[in-house]
């Protein structure tokens, strides 16, 4: 399984950016799919994920902003970020957990937002 990402790149605070990853994985209909994120000397975090049956949950922190949404048919998951703030700079990381929690992660995309 391959997780290829992009989008990434630098943005103004309040701007948006998109990001999108395509995997190539069987079963990716039946996998939980979303997005990570690392800022520098900072654990790995959650930023927003959708599962199988469409359900999907997100950190506080993004909540109202950020977007996670998956195309099956095109095996991608994207990640649409508006209101951009300052602390959302990190590098993003899209990720796949199969139906046998089995998990694979793509290569990470940078992320910078300026003020």
């Known amino acids: 399984v391959q997780l290829q990402a992009s989008g990434g790149g630098l943005a103004q605070a309040e701007g948006s950016l998109r990001l999108s990853c395509t995997a190539s994985a069987a079963g990716f209909g039946s996998s939980t799919v979303g997005w990570f994120r690392q800022a520098p000397g900072k654990e790995r975090e959650l930023v927003g994920t959708v599962y199988s049956r469409g359900g999907s949950k997100y950190a506080d922190s993004v909540k109202g902003r950020f977007t996670v949404s998956r195309d099956n048919a095109k095996k991608t998951v994207d990640l649409q970020m508006n209101s951009l703030k300052t602390e959302d700079t990190a590098m993003y990381y899209c990720?796949?957990?199969?139906?046998?929690?089995?998990?694979?992660w793509g290569q990470g995309t940078q992320v910078t937002v300026s003020s």
């Open positions: 990720y796949l957990k199969t139906q046998w929690h089995k998990e694979y």
